[in-house]
């Protein structure tokens, strides 16, 4: 089979990616590189084929979708912060972005595109844990523009008879999560303070929670998500069903590493959701979701990534003096 994966050169689009090509499928990446890289593709560079471009403009997204049987739509501006602060980009490639990808996969007849949503659509609704019967409230605008997706993949397949699947991931982490920017996911900020024994900064009283999900789980969901029955049209969590603190976060790297390091609290940021939970009951059902990578193991294979990532780049650059 042919899958189109946009964002993969990204953080869970590689991972996805890489588990395509195990299976033998051929890929195509669409990626303008604005957050992911190439090197997260480089063990399988040779096996696909990696468009350089924007999911913003119609043709090159029509030139991606070419022979495309599946599409495993990632791409996106993926901060709550960085919509708070420039919600014109973040609604131009979420949204008008999305919009070209249905576009061109109900032109070339794909079998089905699978949309990462997000638990943010479900902003401050009290209950816990998350069940996709709720009424979205999303609180940022990233969280608007994800609902949105959604929404319009279910327009598609009433109007078209586009499949569509919507997966609101939940904290998803692990290996290739991007640390470096300030709008980095906060596990792949911790595992860094912890490597490089800096302060973790948290934002808020660090007793926020969030169903952390390693990637492993969200790679399983994603691909299950193309090919199961009688799904078109729904939505489905991909969590893991518990929840942690960030203070709890701190703890558990700390007796991984066997550190301590003293967090530096700062105030909340905009548009942050307090709790997060998911109820993965639908996933489990109708996608034989199963997610079998505990937090506990998750957050150890990660951090010792990074750790490894960094003794790579230490001894390249000691090479290279
Ligand atoms: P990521 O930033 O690593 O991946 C996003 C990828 O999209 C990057 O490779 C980036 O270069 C690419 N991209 C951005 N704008 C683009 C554009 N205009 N055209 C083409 N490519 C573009 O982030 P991720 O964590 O892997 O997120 C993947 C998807 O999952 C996103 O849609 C995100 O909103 C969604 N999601 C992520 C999480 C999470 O916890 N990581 C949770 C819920 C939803
Ligand atoms: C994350 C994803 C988002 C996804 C959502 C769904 C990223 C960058 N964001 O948003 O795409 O849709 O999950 O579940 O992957 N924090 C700190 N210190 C830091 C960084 C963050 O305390 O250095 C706090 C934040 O204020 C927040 C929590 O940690 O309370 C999680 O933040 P973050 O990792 O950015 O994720 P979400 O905002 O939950």
């Known amino acids: 089979m042919r899958y189109l994966v946009t964002g993969g050169a990204g953080f869970i689009g590689s991972n996805t990616v890489d588990e395509l090509v195990r299976r033998g499928h051929s890929v195509v990446v669409l990626d303008d590189l604005s957050g992911g890289k190439e090197e997260n593709l480089a063990e399988i560079r040779s096996k696909i084929t990696l468009i350089k471009g924007s999911i913003t403009d119609i043709e090159v997204v029509r030139k991606a979708m070419h022979e495309a049987d599946y599409v495993i739509h990632l791409a996106a501006r993926t901060s709550v912060p960085r919509s708070v602060k420039d919600p014109i980009e973040t609604n131009r490639v979420n949204i008008d972005g999305t919009l070209n990808v249905l576009i061109a996969a109900k032109d070339v007849k794909v079998k089905r595109v699978v949309f990462a949503a997000s638990s943010s659509a479900y902003g401050e609704t009290p209950t816990l844990p998350k069940v996709e019967s709720m009424q979205p409230q999303p609180i940022s605008p990233y969280g608007v523009t994800k609902y949105v997706g959604e929404l319009y993949g279910q327009a598609f397949g009433r109007c078209y008879g586009l499949e569509n699947v919507s997966l609101r991931y939940f904290n998803i982490f692990g290996p290739r999560q991007d640390p470096s920017s300030p709008y980095s996911g906060v596990l792949a900020k911790f595992c860094t303070a912890f490597l490089e024994d800096t302060q973790p900064v948290v934002f808020g009283d660090g007793e926020q929670t969030r169903d952390f999900t390693f990637v492993e789980n969200a790679v399983q969901a994603n691909l299950l998500a193309c090919e199961a029955p009688n799904v078109s049209g729904k939505v489905f969590n991909v969590g893991t069903s518990g929840r942690i603190s960030l203070n709890d976060v701190l703890l558990t ?23 997060s939970q998911a109820d993965i009951s639908q996933a489990k059902e109708f996608l034989g979701y199963d997610p079998r990578i505990t937090f506990e193991d998750g957050l150890s294979r990660t ?3 990074y750790q490894s990532t960094q003794a790579k780049v230490q001894a390249q650059a000691k090479s290279e003096k």
Request: aromatic share 12%; charged share 40%; net charge negative.
């Open 303 to 305: 951090f010792e990534w």
């Open 253 to 275: 790297l700390g007796k991984i590493t066997g550190k301590t390091l003293e967090a530096k609290y700062e105030p909340p940021r905009d548009g942050d959701i307090r709790d």
